[in-house]
């Protein structure tokens, strides 16, 4: 199986290093020298980390064959592609690849359906759940253990508790203004 685990920056001085933005949890299992990884555009490689570091808590790399800034700047906004293995999970007991989210049925805790998680959206603050519902329409459910309670992959299930007005219209709205009467 195949996972993107980062994405290729501007180029960082004028030997071919990269800036990278990382989206695995797991940096340096992913991405060590000697790393070979598919990419997308799949003409861009694939390429061989030669070397990687953190400067000023970003992760440069390195990779054999891209030795000057035009060659590193070419590479800019290159998806790196690591494979593997379908059965392999993350090491912590609450953790998940999106691979195992995805498709998963979204349903309240009273059993309501929502819909379906059809992407998953990494942000700064936090990733978000892209649900289908079934009507068609998305909803965006954050990936908070406050919201969702709970993942069984057994059933192909995400259990969530939803605050007012996440997935219907009856938001609560708190004023501290009394009403004029």
Request: glycine content about 8%.
């Amino acid at each position: 199986m195949q996972l993107v685990v980062a994405r290729i920056g501007r180029a960082h001085g004028i030997k071919g290093e990269v800036t990278v933005e990382v989206r695995t949890d797991e940096p340096e299992l992913r991405l060590p020298p000697g790393a070979v990884l598919a990419t997308d555009p799949a003409s861009a490689g694939p390429l061989t980390i030669a070397t990687g570091r953190v400067h000023s808590g970003r992760l440069l790399l390195r990779f054999e064959g891209v030795g000057d800034r035009t060659a590193a700047e070419a590479l800019r906004n290159t998806l790196l592609i690591a494979e593997i293995d379908p059965e392999e999970l993350p090491e912590g007991e609450d953790e998940y690849y999106d691979h195992q989210l995805m498709d998963l049925d979204v349903v309240t805790e009273d059993g309501t359906e929502v819909g379906r998680i059809t992407e998953i959206s990494h942000l700064p603050s936090q990733d978000l759940f892209i649900v289908e519902r079934p009507d068609g329409s998305e909803v965006m459910i954050p990936f908070v253990e406050e919201i969702v309670t709970g993942i069984d992959l057994e059933e192909q299930k995400a259990v969530i508790s939803p605050p007012p007005g996440l997935i219907d219209d009856s938001a609560e709205i708190a004023s501290s203004r009394e009403e004029d009467a």
